[in-house]
């Protein structure tokens, strides 16, 4: 028992020895800080032992971290489009690391995501770094018209519209400009830009041949401008108006002789680049 009694009293002695040297050490450290000039403190800051730390909020991301979970969910399908989308807004060719930080798709994790996308034929992988692939590789309206005028039986609008940001204006600029045509595909509802270049000859179709010489225009101008507003066209003329406001004036309408027109060697034929529309006219020797 005594032995037991005089190692719990040393016990206690090496505590207390501890504790006061301890107790010395805090204080020397504290008697060594600089002491702050009270005329740089505001007169009502707290101190800054009663200042609290910030507290951390760790709801606060929760929505951030919940909504990259479920992209990285999502089926690999719609993976992919949320890449393609970034690279074709961006026109900047991204690392796996950049697409992740930019809309959250995994790349080096997902490896169906990686093999789709680098074999995806909007997208060009040169081993580093993913890009945007258009069907056309233009940069400016420049490039654009010359590749329209190697298309004579024209070129899809959608296969354009991706080449550049700007293109669809472009192709504005170019029709108001007289440099192409923008005509509409009434099978796929789709436009089709042709190259305005009366040099050029278009080859024509028997069918559209034929189906140009079988239309009769109406006699009464009446009649075409109805048939036009029925196939969604907007006649250039009003010629029911035109015939009101003759008669509250009255002005009586002056009948026009008609002519019989005969096509001679001398006349100018305005649809020249178009020669199989004219080959059956009977053209009279001069």
Known sequence: MSSLKDSLN???QQQEKCQSTLTSIAARAASSKPTQSHKNVPPNAPSSSTRAPP????????DRLQHINNIRKSPVGAQIKRVIDLLLETRQAFTPEQINEACYVDVNANKAVFDSLRNNHKVYYDGRRFSYKSKHDLKDKTQLLNLIRKYREGIAVVDLKDAYPSVMEDLQGLKGAGEIWLLSNFDSQEDIAYPNDPKVVIKVDDDLKQLFRGIELPRDM???EKDLQKNGMKPATNTVKRKAMAQ????APKPKPKKKREISKRTKLTNAHLPELFQNLNVPDT
């Open 222 to 224: 009446v009649d075409i």
């Open 248 to 251: 509250v004036h009255g002005i």
């Open 55 to 62: 507290a951390v909020k760790f709801s606060s991301d929760t």
């Open 10 to 12: 040393k016990f206690k």
